[in-house]
């Protein structure tokens, strides 16, 4: 497999230079590095659409499930708020079913036990930037590892003779290729992890505040205990 990469100098667009690259040559040269790598890029990529795609804020924070609870806390009707969150899991039905089994115990207990909670949910999403991130500072490393290999492999084999002296500036460009698929990576899950944080803190932020907002409708006498 071969394609033609056009390398842009500071000479006219004429003059740029025609380089042809054969990828299974360039795979051949160190698998175990590249195989990682690809690996690698694909667990980030599947961690970021599947976060995309679950963690949404109509998701979270759904309007008529919201509406009920509201109506629900209003008329004082506990069971029936209880229900409703234990029938729609999620962050914030999560917090506020917590809320409402320990509403007997008093407004410190409560709200001890809300924040908990709260902690308690977020702590994957967390998780999963903590793994984009992890994958960005490894990446670079495990390509210039194999960069590392590859150059220690072509000295190591070199001869005095001409045809060993270009095999090894063959070999030495060949090696280079696993740092540049590492920073590739970590580049990518740089970005990932950018734009999931925003997402996961301004959804976050709406959750808390609608959680804040069901709170002040929990029964008078839990203040008062």
């Not at 004082?76 to 079913?97: D, Q, V």
């Not at 990518?188 to 609608?210: D, G, I, N, V």
């Amino acid at each position: 497999m071969r394609f033609f990469l056009f390398i842009p100098t500071c000479a006219p667009l004429s003059l740029w230079c025609n380089t042809t690259l054969d990828l299974k040559k360039v795979f051949a040269a160190s698998p175990l590095i590249y195989s990682a790598l690809l690996l690698m890029s694909v667990v980030a990529m599947t961690l970021w659409l599947y976060s995309l795609f679950t963690f949404r804020y109509k998701r979270i924070v759904h309007a008529p499930l919201v509406s009920a609870l509201k109506a629900s806390l209003q008329k004082k009707e506990w069971e029936n708020a209880l229900s409703l969150c234990e029938t729609h899991p999620g962050p914030l039905t999560a917090i506020i079913c917590v809320g409402l089994k320990t509403r007997a115990l008093g407004t410190g207990v409560m709200l001890d036990a809300m924040k908990t909670e709260a902690k308690r949910v977020s702590t994957p999403l967390w998780q999963r930037l903590s793994l984009l991130n992890d994958i960005a500072i490894v990446s670079p490393m495990l390509g210039l590892l194999g960069t590392v290999i590859g150059m220690f492999y072509a000295f190591y084999d070199v001869n005095r003779s001409i045809e060993s002296i270009h095999a090894l500036f063959d070999g030495l460009g060949i090696a280079v290729g696993t740092t540049v698929l590492g920073l590739i990576v970590a580049i990518l899950c740089m970005l990932f992890s950018t734009t999931l944080k925003y997402r996961f803190l301004k959804t976050l932020s709406h959750a808390e505040a609608e959680a804040v907002t069901l709170f002040t409708l929990l029964p008078a006498e839990v203040y008062q205990k």
